[in-house]
């Protein structure tokens, strides 16, 4: 079993920053990508960032140029920088570790609980 635990979400004026953090503990044996996802109230869960285990990122348009994802491999640990926060980044963030490979040749994925981001004057 893995456990993503998510940090440093909160309320931030537009222009702001905020910095995400997830660390992944449990049992496994590799984590292939991390990354971070969002929802905004009545809205699907959309992708805003991945990284993978050798370091190629992927960001969403709306988020390319402000945002940066970040991994270290040693804590098991996925960083999302936030910059230039718009109001319409206001959303509950979670952190997403997919696929995690087990000792037995199991992959799963695995979701945080969420951290609220809001981007308000």
């Known amino acids: 079993q893995v456990q993503l635990v998510e940090s440093g979400g909160g309320l931030v004026q537009p222009g702001g920053s905020l910095r995400l953090s997830c660390a992944a503990s449990g049992s496994f044996l590799k984590i292939d990508a991390m990354g971070w996802y969002r929802q905004a109230p009545g809205e699907q869960r959309e992708l805003v960032a991945t990284?993978?285990?050798?370091?190629?990122?992927n960001y969403a348009i709306a988020v390319k140029g402000r945002f940066t994802i970040s991994r270290d491999n040693v804590k098991n640990t996925v960083y999302l920088q936030m910059n230039s926060l718009k109001p319409e980044d206001t959303a509950v963030y979670y952190c997403?570790?997919?696929?995690?490979?087990?000792?037995?040749?199991?992959?799963?994925?695995?979701w945080g609980q969420g951290t609220q981001v809001t981007v308000s004057s």
């Open positions: 997403n570790a997919d696929p995690v490979y087990d000792f037995y040749g199991t992959m799963r994925r695995y």
């Open positions: 990284v993978t285990s050798g370091g190629t990122t």
